[in-house]
């Protein structure tokens, strides 16, 4: 495969971080953090929120490019 192939197949390939959570902010604060510091940041970080009581949910939400989904119980 040519180097021009394999740069568009590179390009071609996502990736998406799913994080899932129940009362655990600072915990999720940090692995966000993490996540948006790295050389290649994930295309997209989905925080799938298992009926939070705390802060959790507004830790994720407060995060830019974080997509939050709330599970209700």
Do not use: W, Y
Not at 20 to 27: A, G, I, L, S
Not at 58 to 67: K, T
């Amino acid at each position: 495969m040519s180097d021009k192939a394999n740069a568009n197949e590179a390009r071609d390939e996502r990736i998406a971080v799913v994080i899932p959570v129940r009362n655990q902010p600072f915990e999720l604060t940090a692995c966000l953090d993490a996540l948006l510091r790295a050389g290649a940041a994930p295309d997209a970080i989905v925080v799938v929120d298992d009926a939070s009581t705390d802060s959790a949910v507004a830790a994720a939400a407060a995060a830019r490019g974080v997509r939050v989904v709330r599970r209700g119980r």
